[in-house]
């Protein structure tokens, strides 16, 4: 799939946008603080509905403003959409083809985008969190249901922890019946999670583990393993995990109350990752961790590919300049027309690569772009 078309109105520093893009490389020169990327956090927007950099959608209007939107058209092999957003004051408003959607999860998923950004190069060493997140956004791109389960995992875990708090020191007898309830579905909920990250980190697996190989030249053999909070494993079926999560819910019930929080389930799930073996959020050096970074994002690219029969958009936010020159060509030679990408950087100085000659190339300048070439 590709995008056509890119229109921003008040977005960020970009008063006025109206761009036109071909199906291949774009590259976006531009000194710090120019708009790259805001202009890559418009792309995003398109995908997931939300910015990959603020939870809060205010920031993205132009200051003074009251509204900001975001317009694309975006061919797909079956055919073009038109996608749309509008921020306000007032929230959020996103349309496909014209038509408001009534729910984000109606609306995300039909572009797909992977993004790679320095943040990303954290993916390894930093906390959970970001691995999980890596984990839902990977499976939401290519699963609505189950943007669906996760999101009625999530409130039911609320509630649950609403409920827990209110229960310390002295629970009440209807509040030991509703906690049994939100166990249940809690359970039924993170079953479901549960069984279909462990389906997804297998698929990754089996991508990332090639080109991780290919990258370290038959060096380094990556494994990736779910680590979840409850005691499950991937042979389990959905109700052998649903009936080990109700257990686990049962055996620290009292500790929970005491704490106010649902210890066990999907948000407190982790994933490790082995480079031969040895795991690579302790023993990896730097470069390790920005390989398999890269791995990761690059085999997102093919499972997306694998699942869907067209490639996402790829979003490349200040990454060249990160990785070493084998890591730049390896990451250059595999985006080769195949894929339509939108490259940032302050400077292509020392990058010879036929995949940035031929691209097409804008310069950005508050809030502008210009087609060079
Ligand atoms: N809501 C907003 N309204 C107007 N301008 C904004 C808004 N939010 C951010 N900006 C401006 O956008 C600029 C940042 O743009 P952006 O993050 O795209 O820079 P960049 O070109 O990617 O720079 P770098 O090379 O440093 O990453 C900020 O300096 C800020 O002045
Ligand atoms: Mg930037």
Redesign the pocket.
């Known amino acids: 799939m590709y995008i056509r078309t890119l229109r921003l109105k008040?977005?960020?520093?970009y008063d006025r946008l109206d761009l036109q893009v071909e199906n291949k490389v774009n590259l976006i020169l531009?000194?710090?603080?120019?708009?790259?990327?805001?202009?890559?956090?418009a792309i995003y927007m398109l995908a997931f509905a939300k910015s990959h950099r603020t939870a809060n959608d205010?920031?993205?209007?132009?200051?003074?403003?009251d509204f900001?939107v975001i317009d694309a058209e975006l061919e797909k092999k079956n055919g073009h959409a038109t996608l749309g957003i509008v921020l306000s004051s007032k929230g959020k408003k996103t349309k496909i083809n014209h038509l408001e959607q009534q729910k984000l999860s109606d609306f995300v998923g039909t572009m797909n985008v992977v993004m790679f950004a320095p943040e990303d190069l954290h993916l390894i060493k930093g906390g959970p969190r970001l691995r999980r997140r890596f984990i839902d956004m990977g499976i939401g791109q290519i699963s609505t249901v189950y943007l669906h389960d996760l999101s009625l995992y999530q409130r039911i875990l609320k509630q649950r922890n609403q409920l827990l708090k209110s229960m310390f020191p002295v629970p009440q007898e209807d509040q030991e019946i509703m906690l049994d309830i939100l166990s249940e579905q809690l359970s039924v909920a993170a079953a479901k999670v549960i069984e279909r990250r462990f389906a997804f980190l297998r698929l990754l697996e089996k991508w990332s583990r090639e080109i991780h190989e290919e990258i370290t030249r038959q060096s380094e053999t990556l494994t990736i393993r779910y680590q979840p909070s409850c005691n499950v494993s991937e042979e389990m079926d959905l109700s052998m995990i649903e009936k080990r999560m109700k257990e686990t819910l049962e055996r620290d019930k009292q500790q929970e109350i005491r704490r106010g929080l649902t210890l066990t389930g999907p948000h407190r799930d982790d994933m490790s990752l082995f480079i031969n073996g040895k795991e690579v959020q302790v023993y990896g050096s730097q470069g390790q961790q920005r390989t398999v970074a890269l791995s990761l994002k690059l085999a997102e690219i093919e499972l997306i590919y694998d699942s869907i029969g067209e490639y996402p958009i790829l979003l490349l936010?200040?990454v060249l300049s990160e990785l070493d020159h084998h890591r730049q060509t390896h990451l250059l030679n595999a985006i080769q027309s195949k894929v339509q990408t939108f490259v940032?950087t302050?400077s292509v100085d020392g990058i010879e690569h036929q995949t940035l000659q031929e691209a097409t190339t804008f310069y950005?300048k508050e809030?502008t772009l210009t087609k060079m070439k």
Do not use: C, P, S, V
């Open positions: 008040q977005f960020r520093n531009g000194e710090n603080a120019q708009g790259k990327t805001n202009l890559m956090e205010k920031e993205l209007i132009q200051w003074n403003q900001a936010d200040d940032t302050t950005a809030g």
